[in-house]
């Protein structure tokens, strides 16, 4: 079991943990829930180590962790870590070379751990493709057969549907089955309920560096006033459409899609992570068709185009743009119209 004890940590002066009890039993796939900034990825690192308490302690099967070198390099052995992001963990060029770099440093040297590892994540044949080429689904497959040649107890992930497609997400799915029945502990951050609800064992909710909820079922109404995405259950259908040159409002879309680089950068500098980084638009627009409000940052001059595109779809759209300072709220219109906005961060 991995369990903390009254964690509390901050960056500098902004508190991200407040007093966090959590445990995750071995065995199970538990589903950490909460929306961005909740503190899901924070409470994760420190899980193996990554981070360090400010206060409180972190426990792994009854021994407590220890920050020196030698403890740290065997908590990361049974601890496993995947990124949100793979580009922050892929450092070989080829498939092969990323994967059997961890064992290697380990001084494990054998080539059978390598192919046992890329089987399990479906990509063999892979094993002299570069790294660079692969699709963000490839490359998060890659992440994850690192973390297995490892040979670990635990593995932890961290928003791994972020960015996946339908076909993407399908194939996580399976993946973490497959390691379940392996016999893998997982701890699983998200804020797709959709996704939970398909492996989740139990599920933690996280709300403002707090635990708010722990089951072995979800409370919708609770996962909603929390800001979590609830996928098929809202049936909204609403595009929302933010060009970068404008504030970006207060609202809990189920997901966030970037087009664009500098619609990147606002989302950067708002401390914001998008959900839908390729083909932002097409995405976006299924996501709301299958009745979900998107929000969609955009370059300024893709906004026509945007517009023009998501029209020919049955989904409301709405644009907010600051314009003059004044929020306008135009006509409802659902379909073939839009709703345009104007809006400013002073009201």
């Known amino acids: 079991m991995i369990e903390t004890r009254d964690l509390w940590f901050a960056y500098s002066n902004n508190t991200v943990l407040k007093g966090v009890n959590f445990r995750a039993q071995k065995g199970e796939v538990t589903i950490l829930l909460g929306k ?57 060029p080829t498939v092969w070379q990323d994967v059997a770099f961890g064992p290697k440093n380990l001084g494990i040297e054998d080539d059978r751990i390598v192919e046992e590892a890329l089987k399990a994540v479906g990509l063999e044949g892979y094993e002299n493709r570069l790294c660079n080429g692969l699709s963000g689904g490839e490359k998060k497959r890659v992440a994850i057969a690192g973390v297995l040649a490892m040979k670990p107890e635990y593995i932890i992930m961290d ?50 560096g707090r635990i708010v909820y722990e089951g072995d079922s979800i409370d919708y109404s609770l996962a909603e006033e929390c800001g979590i995405r609830l996928g098929i259950f809202g049936r909204r259908r609403e595009l929302v459409v933010i060009p970068h040159t404008s504030p970006i409002p207060e609202l809990h879309p189920d997901f966030v899609a970037v087009m664009g680089r500098n619609a990147r950068q606002k989302l950067e500098d708002e401390g914001l992570e998008a959900d839908i980084l390729t083909a932002s638009l097409e995405r976006s627009i299924l996501r709301a068709i299958s009745g979900n409000t998107v929000l969609l940052v955009c370059s300024q001059e893709m906004l026509d185009v945007v517009r023009r595109e998501a029209l020919n779809f049955p989904i409301k759209l709405r644009i907010v743009d600051g314009v003059d300072g004044v929020l306008k709220e135009g006509d409802d219109k659902v379909g073939g119209e839009a709703t345009w906005s104007s809006y400013s961060s002073q009201q």
């Open 36 to 92: 961005n900034g909740a503190g899901k990825s924070t409470l994760l690192m420190h899980l193996n180590g990554l981070l360090k308490p400010l206060k409180g302690e972190v426990w792994v099967d009854g021994a407590k962790v220890r920050y020196d070198k030698q403890s740290l390099m065997e908590l990361r052995r049974k601890v496993g870590f995947v990124f949100q992001n793979p580009d922050d963990q892929i450092i070989a």
């Open 159 to 208: 928003e791994p549907t972020a960015g996946l497609d339908g076909v993407g997400l399908k194939s996580m799915v399976e993946l973490v089955e497959k390691l379940r029945r392996e016999g893998k502990t997982l701890i699983i951050s998200t804020h797709d309920l959709d996704f939970a609800t398909e492996i989740g064992d139990k599920f933690v909710m996280l709300s403002d």
